[in-house]
Structure formats: C-alpha cells, structure tokens
C-alpha cells in the first residue's frame, strides 16, 4: 500500500510564501503520477498542480501557474509544492495524491489512487 504523509500547512498574510512536502511511504513512489489539489469550503476539489515520475514534467492549473512550483525528489520519495504571491482565494485544504496511470487527465481526481490526508493553507488578507 501507499501512505502519502503530507506538512506545512499553515497560516499566511496575502502575499507571503507556505512550502508543502508530502511524504510517501512506498519502495514505487517514482513509478507515480504525483499531484497537488485543493477544496475550500463547500467547493469541488481541484487540480493545482502534478509532475510526472521519471521525468518530471510539470502542470499547473491557470490559477497556479507563475505563483506555484511543484517538485519531487524520488531518492527521498518527496513532492513538494512551493507556493508564491498567495493569495486569500487560494485558501482551502490541499491534498497530496498518486496516480499509477492517467486515463481521463492529469488534472482528473479519479485518476489518483490514493490520497494524503490533507493540510489547511490560510491565506489571510
């Protein structure tokens, strides 16, 4: 099984800087799709970012893109997500996830096996 083990979430003034790691507990972790997703209240989870696991091409979603930077470090089995210029939109809870095989698209939920447990990012205005 796949444990993803997700930190630094936190609280933040707009404008300012959070650095999410997310952990992941398995021998394959290069072998997986890795993406970044949030829900804010009463909203629909959505993509933020992925990258790819032997190659490490990169995705963003439009309202991440020049702010966010997604990373991974396969040695270390790590993705991270830097995140720039927050904004109070960009508030909610994020998800770290896995996916064995894109099959609709990289920004699709269903396509992720398995889930972080999430951590809250507050972007204060």
């Known amino acids: 099984q796949v444990q993803l083990v997700e930190s630094g979430g936190g609280l933040v003034q707009a404008g300012g800087s959070l650095r999410l790691s997310c952990a992941a507990s398995e021998l394959t972790f290069s072998n997986y799709i890795m993406g970044w997703f949030r829900q804010a209240p009463g909203k629909e989870r959505e993509f933020v970012a992925g990258?790819?696991?032997?190659?490490?091409?990169?995705y963003y979603a439009d309202s991440a893109k020049g702010r966010f930077t997604i990373s991974r470090d396969n040695a270390k089995k790590t993705v991270s997500l830097q995140m720039d210029s927050l904004k109070p939109e960009d508030t909610g809870v994020y998800y770290c996830a896995a996916a064995a095989r894109i099959r609709r698209g990289i920004s699709s939920v269903t396509d992720y096996d398995f889930w972080g447990q999430g951590t809250q990012v507050t972007v204060s205005s």
């Open positions: 990258i790819s696991g032997w190659h490490g091409n990169t």
